[in-house]
């Protein structure tokens, strides 16, 4: 669980999953001034870092190049 803190003063918990924006329930702004616990980034792929978990993916196709489809390479 997350507790929020909003601009008006107001706080309230929400879940980890949250995936609409979060507002007041007391007057409705959704401002937010803070967030306990604010926990560190997690990125997945070709990146490395303390934040970063290695994952080799497959090459993506692009199919918006003028001369047709553009099969990008992963980086390593």
């Known amino acids: 669980m997350i507790i929020v803190g909003y601009a008006c ?4 918990t929400i879940g980890d ?3 609409a924006r979060p507002t007041c329930v007391a007057c409705g702004t959704s401002q937010i001034a803070w967030v ?6 997690r990125f997945v792929g070709t990146v490395t870092g ?5 994952k080799a993916l497959e090459p993506g196709i692009v199919d918006v ?3 047709g489809q ?7």
């Open 9 to 12: 003063g107001h706080s309230h």
């Open 17 to 19: 999953t949250a995936s």
């Open 36 to 41: 306990k616990p604010s926990r560190q980034p």
């Open 50 to 54: 303390p934040c970063a978990e290695f």
């Open 65 to 67: 190049a003028p001369g």
């Open 70 to 76: 553009l099969k990008l390479k992963g980086q390593i």
